[in-house]
């Protein structure tokens, strides 16, 4: 099938594959043969949407030092995450150091860094070092600070989007940067599907003063995109990564929290269950229809 978009750069690392758009020629790139990809391409040209460049997450990720890291860090992320916020708040330090709190086990995390350790293979930290009797983690050089800022949280989400998504046909799109009325946006993840698209924000930090605004960003990309609210998240490791003055917030089962107009919001913990039950009751209502 001729797509109408020229490909202009395809690039593959870690697992993501970068994709670059041009106009409306084609070329025929095996890794991008998905239907759903062109035909939602294809819809957003229609209304007015300028596809420039976007990423894809392919099932070949959970391959890749960085998903095994990623794995560890959502799968024991209540536990080391005073260990993460301390690294994450000396990252503008070279090197970076951070210090243990001291209600956090040893072993934990000695374990810890040795994932952090892993990521040297992958470009992203050097001379990772920990010791054990001062109880600091020493980081000498970090060529891309991106993963350990956001980009675990998107490989985590990521997983659990494509282990739990039951449409027949879908794609996992991430930073979908284009253009609609001359204005450049950007959409962080997106699942593309034969019943439907939905748009997912990932923060690993939010003030809560900050919430309401992103919320109706969301909406209005959603808009563009043609998204229903419904089918829109804003994703955070944990409730306590919410900031309103040093309170923790708390959400419904459903995600749904006071100041959050129209958006749910997912954490580690309940992103299995509010996606499972959006996508059943998709299959089950037969909604393949955005607004």
Known sequence: MVQPFYIREVKKRNGVIEVHLEDLYSLNIPELREEVLWDVLR????????????????????NTTLYNVAKFMASNYERIRPIYKAIKSSLNNRPVVAEIPGDVDVSLAESFVNRLIQLSSAGILNGVEFYKESRIIRIESMPDSYFLTGGWLELALADAITSLCPFREFVLMKNLKFRFKNVNNEADILL???????LFETKTTLRVSDLESLCYKLLRIGNILRIAPERIFLVVPSMEDLIDEGKQMDASEDGEISGCPGINIMTLDNIKGILTKRFYDILISGDTTEY
């Open 43 to 62: 819809k957003l040209r229609g209304i007015g949407v300028v596809p420039i460049s976007f990423q894809i997450l392919r099932f070949d990720i959970r």
């Open 192 to 198: 593309l599907s034969d019943r439907g698209n939905f």
